[in-house]
């Protein structure tokens, strides 16, 4: 991966490989669940250091099989063990119950490649029967033709697979102790072995570069977006969007190219996201029209609402019913009540705005001293004129009228006019300077 980081710390959409796996493993709800790590150290467990997993180090890494053999402390005899790979990020919790099905057997997860190059071949008798798994390093020229390969997920019971893992040898040409090798010894004790496929391809796709990371992201995004289309989400077009997280969607949603979906965003009935719209843990209620290059984090946004183009909503802030906000808007952390507006270039920032609020253009509410935030409440019904600051802890009363390019830094009575102006001068005379000649 050419990285600092651990391979399976990188991510597929929005989320770390290794994470993917765990979450899926959970969903099956077993006893435990057990991270053998190597590479990276101690960044493994501190990126899921909020997840019950157990983690024992690998030290040294000697294969496969050793691998697992470090588990073996930590598991109870009478339980069955499942083997899946932190850089496989995408089986699925459907194909994790194939394997659990069978009891008392050593059940693979194979595949059918038709460029089967640098996995291990799965090798059956005349009978059909799954005898042992070679490595494409070992395997012969015949062997390397085979299409069925092994993707080394796989469950057994834990008790057979504790003798197994003692009695592993490391003589094969990496001098490592391959998991694989159960197998050969499965079949010399006349313990039955099955084989299940995936119910989808990808499932069993692995990464070691970044081109496959890359590949597999679209693999996945597209399935994503499938999902979307099935329930009836209008997409502009599938092959343009990024869902990093969870995107839940009622009726009649329509979304256009390029838009990004990160944490869990939660789109009402009849919402629409413009092109290239980035949302971040957000509930937006139906009808609501988001335009084009807006950006929305860790806010609610109400019913019928017109956010954008351009606008920015950050984390804090819960806009009403029927609020507008323009090009070049920023909120954060602030509260705007029903059909109040804020339509071009200003900063609301640490402020509670009451219903039918007109905010002007170029209006700066002015919360920050340098060392603490202040609030602005701005009442029902006011009127703010453009290119006003308003200096917290300010309040602005109901009905109030601020004139446009007022510095307020006094409280507002309720509906007079309030303005901070130096008086205008023309001054009789005046000639504007000319460059000298030279």
């Keep these: 991966m050419y990285s600092e980081k651990p391979k399976v710390l990188h991510d597929i959409a929005g989320k770390t490989m290794l994470q993917h796996v765990v979450d899926t493993a959970a969903s099956i709800l077993p006893d435990k669940i057990i991270v053998i790590y190597g590479h990276g150290g101690e960044k493994v467990p501190q990126a899921l250091q909020n997840h019950s997993a157990i983690f024992v180090l690998q030290e040294p890494q000697l294969g496969t099989g050793h691998a697992v053999k470090q588990a073996l402390p930590h598991m109870d005899n009478d339980g069955v063990c499942l083997v899946l790979y932190g850089d496989v990020p995408l089986v699925q919790q459907e194909t994790l119950h194939k394997l659990l099905n069978a009891e008392n ?13 640098g996995y291990g071949r799965i090798i059956r008798d005349a009978a059909g029967k799954v005898c042992r798994i070679v490595e494409e390093k070992d395997a012969t020229p015949e062997q390397r033709t085979i299409k069925e390969i092994n993707t080394g997920i796989l469950a057994a019971p834990t008790k057979l697979m504790r003798k197994w893992l003692n009695d592993l040898r490391n003589e094969n040409a990496q001098g490592e102790y391959y998991l694989t090798d159960i197998v050969a010894m499965a079949v010399e004790q006349a313990v039955k072995i099955n084989s299940v496929l995936p119910s989808y391809e990808w499932e069993v796709k692995g990464i070691n570069n970044k081109l496959q990371q890359a590949e597999l992201e679209r693999i996945w995004q597209q399935e994503l977006a499938n999902k979307l289309l099935a329930q009836g989400v209008t997409l502009a077009d599938p092959a343009r969007l990024d869902i990093r997280g969870e995107l839940l969607c009622e009726k009649d949603v329509e979304i256009d190219v390029g838009c990004i979906f990160e944490g869990v965003v939660i789109l009402g009935w009849g919402v629409k996201v413009g092109a290239y719209s980035v949302i971040k843990n957000t509930r937006i209620a139906g009808n609501t029209n988001i335009a084009p290059f807006s950006h929305i984090d860790d806010a609610e946004i109400g019913n019928g609402c017109h956010i954008g183009p351009f606008a920015r909503i950050r984390p804090g802030s819960k806009l009403q019913n029927e609020v507008h906000i323009g090009n070049f808007v920023e909120i954060k952390n602030s509260e705007i009540d029903n059909y109040s ?14 219903s039918r609020v007109n905010i002007g253009a170029g209006t700066i509410t002015c919360n920050y001293d340098g060392a603490n935030k202040f609030r602005t409440v701005i009442e029902d019904d006011a009127f703010i004129g453009s290119d006003t600051q308003l200096v917290a802890p300010v309040k602005v009363g109901r009905g109030a009228t601020i004139g446009a390019g007022s510095t307020i830094t006094k409280d507002t009575p309720d509906g007079g006019l309030t303005l901070s102006r130096a008086k205008q001068l023309s001054v009789s005379g005046w000639q504007r300077p000319t460059k000298k000649i030279k």
């Design 341 to 354: 507006k804020a339509n071009h270039l200003s900063y609301i920032g640490d402020a509670t705005i009451g």
């Design 105 to 117: 057997t050593l059940t693979l997860l194979t595949q059918f490649l038709d460029d089967p190059k």
